[in-house]
């Protein structure tokens, strides 16, 4: 088998398709690490400004009251940006890079301040943008398009040329057994474009990690080595399907339009066309929709509440505690249904997008870019990770200002208005702080579906080319 | 003998597996994707009527002129399911206002709105050829020299009489004949499909524009062929040129396009010249600014006070600047909204006529002076880094064919920039209207109380997309290279294949 595998191997490295991917995939491996080193420390120092943003407003706000603490919120929450983002882009462009965590939609009214709420606002990077639409170079491009389609190239006429030649006779009529031909030529193939790519990948890496801004550690150099595995098993998956069809298909000419145009219409057409049919099962609300249904709620409770509120008498003790009850619940129902509202159009959004996402697991490239995405901490998985992060913040933010105002003995324990809450400063230190974590364990979980359909593919394909390779008459 | 000659490649390319291949590729992703961007224009077409409702609605809501949004959206054009362009991507409504001179950045967007699902990129008629008849072109022509050089058959064919240029012409002519039936054949799909929604009318310039698609798809596939061509002709061996194809197909098609823009710095010249254009503005309104509170302070009503103490009960009056320096957008914002004036309002009625008569002028004076510096500078700091993109993506034959087929469908920049031209027109005669009227000296300028604003009076905003002729103007440059491409191409081929030896 080594022999075989050698002998392929030799006859791929002085051929011209070699040198071609070579050259191809360096050029575009050393552009991705470009643009990484271009681009990401403005990303990082963008996160680290709104970090400190985050913080300050914190500390000031601590230091005024409790009240002013508890109605103006963390302000916006960071998404920590993956350093491993040159490895899959993950549409993060279409992805916000935080929550809003403070919301005025209206200023003082009799003594009212509107509470913060958690608010997802959209991004919308293209509609002022009218640069030429362009995909981003990531590795899951790289790996995903390019490095497929050689891999078709290599293996295309893998028998289905030996036999037009007539070298693959004169190979069987040794006593080879046919799988071991075949492994021999899998393997052959696979070395032989694993040179090339291993080289244009730690000449990116070599790039990379020489840069004083972009700093990789332990975990992200792990993470890397498994991205690198996943792109080996992906390469797999198209070698197996060239040598199915070569070994199916009479001539190699025909083969290879075969494989060209599977590829075509799995990697290319498959995902997109499919995630507009899919897409276009559900429509989450409009934005006219979404304002309609705010301010209709706020009228709502208006009616029920403010005008109670307003009309309640000020002349006791008894009164007035009444009708700061009836502020504060005026303003914590509304901070309350606002969010709601706002979770409700996420979660539609989410919907749309997790069927969409479910249904274009059917092409290979896909399954290979969520799962570079779910290993380099980028996409819309890790998005919702960050919005669990952000929600169970909120929580431990909310529970630590009731515990806060209980302590206080001064206190109403009245939330949502200024009288009816603790007028002392916090101790800054004690407040809880927002911190964005990218968890591994997580990571694997959403990994490991994708991991077992993309090996199983590979069994299937391979298994499908022995079969086919076996009954082949020579 | 030039008949002979093409009968003889036709047949020979018609009765390959690749042929019958190509044809069933083709109109399986041309026909399943037409269907899918019908229902997506649907879509979106439902969402462009539910918000022209939406906008009519609001406007009869708001009681004051000086409160009211005039919003205009713009219609999703049929032809983006040839070529999709910016025409789902850029802003579709925008409001018209007396304030400031609309333009493409001031646009929103109306529909409903996911925006996580712009990461899946659109899939138009025009991307199926870009990707698949390119590839097709190629695997027609790699081995149409090569192929007979190795078995020896050109040998023979040019022991006749025969020109070489004779057979050059006849291989080409006859592989473009077979690669026009499956390019025909799924158009005139589409076109069914097309012809056959009922949301969808097409009118004589659609057709004229779907032919110049047409028309463009054909030089493009004809300038890939000659790439195929040359490398056949080149090499001399089929393995080789399908090779070297292959690999031209995935640079041209798949790595240039993403990789150039990515390789090109981007000048930073503009900034300077966007803080200096934005500078002027703000002088202008600062101006304005004090002109408004001298005439406050000269005027017969004592005090500041822009109420004029009339407001009743309910309503609003506040006045703001509202700025944003990277669109070079700067403001000034006075809606005033009384619901019921106060009892004894009616001797400073004139006070407030008197100002917002001044007010109203002011401010679109300002904002049409502002709007002579700040177009030059958005066409100098947005559009031409853009169009210097752009002649860098034209370097590729894919990038000319994008272009030119945008340009045939009015999906590109200009098109859409076409119906903000005709907001900016119907801003104008808005502005004239209220000048006719007296409207900004009117008291519903600023209150409810003496009846609601006539907005049907208005002239109505219709915009129609430009006439074939210019898009044909447009699209000219582009096919004219595509043109120059192909004409080159086939030189080079017939010098070496005239000097190559048999």
């Given amino acids: ?474 | 003998m030039l008949t002979t000659l093409i009968r003889r490649e036709l047949l020979d390319n018609l009765m390959t597996f690749r042929f019958a291949a190509a044809v069933f590729i083709m109109l399986l992703l041309v026909v399943a994707n037409t269907v899918v961007l019908i229902k997506d224009y649907e879509k979106r077409l439902v969402d462009y009527n539910t918000a022209l409702k939406t906008h009519r609605q609001q406007l009869r809501e708001d009681i004051t002129y000086s409160s009211g949004e005039l919003k205009v959206d713009r219609p999703p054009n049929p032809l983006s399911i040839f070529n999709v362009g910016f025409d789902k991507r850029l802003g579709n409504e925008v409001t018209v206002s007396h304030r400031y001179v609309p333009t493409l950045w001031d646009a929103g967007k109306h529909g409903s709105t996911n925006s996580f699902m712009g990461m899946f990129a659109a899939i138009d008629v025009v991307f199926i050829f870009e990707a698949i008849l390119s590839l097709l072109a190629l695997i027609f022509a790699y081995d149409a020299l090569a192929g007979e050089y190795e078995r020896g058959t050109l040998r023979l064919v040019l022991t006749h009489a025969v020109r070489r240029g004779y057979i050059l012409l006849a291989k080409y002519m006859s592989a473009m004949l077979c690669l026009l039936v499956p390019l025909l054949m799924s158009l005139l799909l589409a076109v069914i499909l097309l012809t056959t929604a009922t949301s969808i009318s097409l009118n004589t310039d659609d057709f004229l524009r779907i032919g110049g698609i047409v028309l463009t798809s054909v030089v493009y596939l004809s300038v890939f062929y000659l790439i195929g061509m040359l490398i056949s002709v080149a090499t001399r061996r089929t393995g080789t040129a399908l090779m070297l194809s292959m690999f031209a197909w995935g640079f041209l098609v798949l790595v240039y396009p993403n990789v150039i823009l990515a390789v090109v710095p981007r000048s930073e010249a503009p900034k300077a010249r966007a803080a200096s254009a934005y500078n002027q503005i703000e002088q202008m309104w600062e101006e304005f600014d004090r002109e408004r509170k001298q005439f406050l302070k000269n005027d017969a009503f004592p005090g500041e006070n822009t109420d004029f103490n009339l407001m009743g009960s309910g309503g609003y009056s506040s006045g703001s600047f509202h700025r944003s320096s990277s669109i070079l957008r700067y403001f000034y914002i006075k809606p005033v909204f009384m619901k019921r004036l106060k009892e004894d309002a009616e001797s400073r009625v004139p006070h407030a006529q008197n100002y917002y008569g001044f007010l109203g002028p002011r401010v679109t004076d300002t904002a049409e002076k502002t709007w002579l510096i700040r177009k030059p500078a958005l066409e100098e700091i947005l559009v031409q880094p853009t169009n210097v993109e752009g002649v860098w993506l034209k370097l590729s034959p894919v990038g000319l064919y994008d272009a030119a087929t945008q340009a045939w469908a009015g999906t590109d920049l200009k098109g859409i920039r076409d119906f903000f031209e005709a907001a900016r027109e119907y801003r104008q005669q808005m502005v004239d209207h209220f000048y006719n009227t007296k409207v900004f000296e009117s008291q519903q300028w600023f209150t409810g109380d003496k009846g609601t604003p006539d907005w049907d009076s208005l002239p109505q905003f219709a915009f129609q997309r430009v006439d074939v002729d210019t898009n044909a103007k447009r699209a000219l440059t582009d096919v004219c290279l595509l043109l120059m491409i192909n004409i080159a191409l086939f030189i080079i081929i017939f010098l070496i294949f005239v000097k190559s030896e048999v």
């Fill in chain 1, 1 to 474: 088998m080594w022999h075989i595998a050698k002998r392929e191997l030799y006859d791929n490295l002085n051929s011209l398709r070699f040198a071609l991917t070579a050259v191809l995939l360096l050029a575009l491996m050393l552009t991705n690490a470009m643009m990484h080193l271009r681009e990401h420390p403005g990303r990082m120092q963008a996160y680290h400004s709104g970090v400190a943003g985050h913080q300050n407003r914190l500390t000031s706000n601590a230091n005024e009251s409790l009240y002013k603490l508890a109605e103006q919120g963390p302000g916006y929450l960071n998404k920590k940006p993956s350093p491993l983002r040159f490895c899959a882009e993950g549409g993060e462009t279409f992805l916000p890079r935080g929550v809003s965590g403070s919301y005025h939609r209206w200023g003082g009214r009799d003594g009212l301040e509107s509470f913060w709420i958690l608010g997802y606002p959209p991004v919308t990077p293209n509609l002022r943008n009218i640069s030429p639409d362009v995909t981003k170079i990531d590795w899951g491009f790289i790996i995903g398009y390019v490095l497929s389609l050689v891999a078709l190239l290599f293996t295309f006429d893998a028998i289905s040329g030996e036999r037009e030649s007539g070298t693959l006779r004169l190979m069987l009529a040794n006593s080879v057994p046919r799988h071991t031909a075949l492994m021999g030529k899998f393997l052959g193939a696979l070395i032989s474009i694993t040179i090339p790519f291993a080289l244009a990948m730690l000449v990116n890496l070599l790039v990379i990690s020489t840069a004083k801004d972009v700093h990789l550690n332990t975990e992200a150099w792990g993470r890397l080595g498994i991205i690198c595995l996943i792109a080996l098993l992906y390469t797999c998956l198209f070698l197996a399907l060239g040598l199915l069809v070569s070994a199916r298909v009479q001539r190699s000419a025909v083969s290879l339009v075969v494989l060209l145009l599977i590829w075509i219409v799995f990697v290319v057409f498959t995902p997109n066309t499919l995630a507009s049919i899919v897409g276009g099962f559900s429509s989450p609300m409009s934005s006219d929709e979404f304002e309609e249904r705010s301010s209709q709620l706020e009228d709502e409770l208006e009616g029920e509440l403010l005008f109670k509120y307003y009309l309640h008498p000020k002349d006791t003790r008894e009164d007035m505690i009444k009708r700061i009850q009836l502020g504060g619940e005026y303003v914590t129902e509304d901070a309350a249904q606002q969010e709601r509202l706002h979770e409700t159009l996420l979660k539609q959004q989410i919907s749309q997008m997790r069927r969409v996402r479910a249904a274009i697991r059917l092409s290979p490239v896909t399954i290979v870019q969520s799962l570079f995405e779910s290993f380099a901490g980028t996409g819309f998985e890790r998005h919702l990770q960050f919005l669990e992060n952000v929600q169970s913040y909120a929580r431990e933010f909310r529970t630590f200002i009731v515990d806060t105002d209980r302590a206080d003995p001064e206190s109403l324990h009245i939330f949502g208005i200024q009288v009816g809450m603790s007028q002392k400063s916090v101790a800054p230190e004690a407040v809880p702080k927002f911190e964005d974590t990218l968890s591994f364990n997580k990571d694997f979980n959403t990994a490991a579906v994708d991991l077992l359909l993309l090996t199983l593919f590979v069994i299937v394909l391979l298994s499908g080319a022995y079969l086919a390779f076996v009954r082949v008459e020579v």
